[in-house]
């Protein structure tokens, strides 16, 4: 059974930071490119973030100078780490995985709340 639990999201004040974590189980961590998208009310779900197998990563423009998506295969977990956080910002994010041959997402975490607010 394959699962990506994502935590730590919450209520966050703007120019605040936090960081995002999603630990996979029942794949092969090594066999995924993995990334991070959001979804804000009322807007479709978009890519944030993302991070090859190789650890080659790319951002989406509104958050490329305030993020770090990073992973550890060891722990098969993915980390984004968001920085000088905007109103803007607040939105579902979901953690993803791709398989290297898929052209698709395969599987989707639940998805973890991130509200920016004063």
């Known amino acids: 059974q394959v699962q990506l639990v994502e935590s730590g999201g919450g209520l966050v004040q703007p120019g605040g930071s936090l960081r995002l974590s999603c630990v996979a189980s029942?794949?092969?961590?090594?066999?995924?490119?993995m990334a991070w998208y959001r979804q804000a009310p009322g807007k479709q779900r978009e890519l944030v973030a993302h991070?090859?197998?190789?650890?080659?990563?790319n951002y989406a423009e509104s958050v490329k100078d305030r993020s770090t998506i990073s992973r550890d295969y060891a722990k098969n977990t993915v980390w984004m780490h968001m920085n000088n956080l905007k109103p803007e910002d607040t939105a579902v994010y979901y953690c993803?995985?791709?398989?290297?041959?898929?052209?698709?997402?395969?599987?989707w975490g639940q998805g973890t709340q991130v509200t920016v607010s004063s």
């Open positions: 993803a995985a791709q398989h290297y041959a898929s052209e698709s997402v395969n599987y």
């Open positions: 029942g794949i092969i961590f090594n066999f995924y490119n």
């Open positions: 991070i090859t197998r190789g650890g080659s990563t």
